[in-house]
């Protein structure tokens, strides 16, 4: 949602009878109000006040969101996490394609060098759906500090030369040209331990990895995230409330 602040010191105006102040979250969403009342905004804007300003919320225009769910098991938290997003985005009336990887027919190891690489139908198809997209969203554990094997791999054989990248011949600087520009994504992961210690410890290196090394690199930007830390030991009640956080997130596009 984009927001736009018109100071009243500047252009006179004072509060509307009859509105409501609301904080605006520190991702941009509305703490209060419920996520239900966020589709109606699709169709049309709003206006709030906000600490003598008045606040003009611009009408939410739909995404095309592709959800990427790297789990290599049907069973895992990943997997509900994945299809709580996509509810919800498609309940905001977001366009969503969900897949996940473990449905796809591919070899995750590139064997060969990328002018070699021959892409499986499943692969071709996923270059199609991130072509499709304006926001990307990744759903996977971290294990090792890293992307599962699968994960890995499919990014690998996925983000080639020519597709996600370019070197230019009599370039200056050995800069590639990035030719995933004008899409963001969102990282969603679980993670076994602490979140101070992969932090700290791990030099964040997974999260850094993927979206320096990978997502920026081939110019999607910006990449935020959503971490969960302790997802071995999570209880029922503590999974539910993870997905209910992420279908949030998917209503909102973010």
Known sequence: TKFRLLRRHRLGFWGLPGQTSRRPAADGGDT????GAEASSIARASTMSYNGCILMINAMKPKRIYILDGHPRANSISHRLAEAYAKGAREAGHEV???????????????????????????VKQ????SWCNHWVIVTP??????????????????TPGFAFKYER???????????????????????????????????????????GTLTFCGVW?????????????????VAKWVEKVYALGRRGR
């Open 142 to 159: 971290v294990w090792w500090m890293n992307s599962p094997a699968m994960l890995k791999g499919f990014l690998d054989r996925t983000l």
């Open 222 to 238: 910006p990449v935020r995230r959503t971490a969960f830390s302790r997802a071995d030991g999570a209880d029922e009640a503590k």
């Open 170 to 212: 009599g370039s200056f600087l050995p800069i590639p040209k990035m030719l995933l520009k004008g899409r963001s994504a969102r990282i969603i992961y679980t993670q076994g331990g602490h979140w101070y210690l992969n932090g700290t410890i791990g030099f964040d290196a997974f999260f850094k990895a993927l979206k320096y």
């Open 97 to 123: 394609k969900l897949v996940h990887l473990l449905d796809l027919k591919f070899d995750p190891i590139l064997k060969t060098r990328y002018r070699d690489n021959v892409l499986e139908p499943d692969l």
């Open 127 to 130: 270059q199609e759906n991130i």
């Open 32 to 35: 209060g109000g419920g996520i």
